[in-house]
């Protein structure tokens, strides 16, 4: 009995005592899940992006490294500071005075908003259509989306390269069925580019649609009709937002 109540006793200062050590070591554990991919994007994304930008600001040079000024603390920190001072923004002015370059960007920027836009409007009717189907063929067609990702996209962008281009499989049909009497020219414009785009990116537009229409209540679809509101209605007011 002695040893049992000296045993009783002791027990809750010893979890006293463990406790916040465990409750550390938990932490840390929990921490570190966060951590490792915090050092990851560290090392690979933001120190080479870091150094990009020292480029960006620097000056060409006909040496090793081709940039100048190369910074580095063999002077001090008066030194270092010295050589931050030769930084300059006059590539970024450059950027700006030069045509080529602001047209480029705008131009890239007006196919990105079309794109996206032709991305969704394929790749909804596709998502909605994949949530709406039986919970027995969801997987099957789930995996249909993502098969493409089991070929090399610089693979997929070679065959599309094979069916437009003017001598392709697509305009080889047409001129067999008699559609068209000279091949088309479609390879190396802008028709091409939104037709490559919007095929390599339409299962990142599908598969985040298809997770959020699968988890809809689609009982307020059936309210809304039982009160009235018409099919275009319930779907602008319920299952597009």
């Known amino acids: 009995m002695s040893n049992a109540t000296a045993a009783a006793a002791t027990s809750p200062s010893a ?3 463990q406790s916040p050590l465990a409750r550390l070591g938990a932490a840390f ?3 570190l899940v966060i951590i490792i991919p915090y050092l990851w994007l560290l ?6 992006f870091i150094i990009v930008f020292k480029i960006s600001l620097s000056q060409t040079a ?3 490294p081709p940039y100048t000024p190369v910074l580095d603390f063999n002077g001090g ?3 270092f500071l010295d050589q931050l001072k030769q930084l300059s923004i006059d590539n970024y002015t450059w950027l ?8 480029a960007y705008v131009t890239s920027v007006i196919i ?3 794109s996206t836009l032709l991305t969704l409007l394929v790749g909804y009717p596709i998502a909605y259509g994949m949530s709406r189907a039986p919970a027995t063929i969801r997987p099957t067609l789930l995996m249909l989306v993502i098969l493409p990702f089991w070929t090399s996209f610089l693979i997929r962008v070679y065959a599309w390269i094979g069916i437009l281009k003017p001598e392709g499989l697509l305009n080889q049909l047409l001129l067999a069925t008699g559609v068209i009497s000279q091949p088309l020219i479609i390879l190396n414009t802008y028709t091409a580019i ?3 785009i919007v095929y390599s990116y339409l299962p990142f537009m599908v598969l985040p649609l298809y997770s959020s229409l699968e988890k809809m209540d689609y009982s307020l679809i059936e309210a809304a009709k039982d009160l009235g509101c018409p099919p275009t209605s319930a779907f602008w007011k319920i299952t597009f937002p």
Do not use: K
């Not at 090392?43 to 080479?48: D, E, K, S, V």
């Not at 700006?96 to 047209?103: C, G, I, K």
């Open 29 to 31: 554990v929990g921490r």
């Open 96 to 103: 700006t005075e030069d045509a080529l370059y602001f047209n």
């Open 112 to 114: 990105a908003a079309i």
């Open 77 to 79: 920190i008066s030194g």
């Open 15 to 17: 979890d006293a005592a």
């Open 62 to 64: 006909i040496a090793m």
């Open 43 to 48: 090392f690979f994304f933001l120190i080479p």
């Open 194 to 196: 939104f037709i490559g």
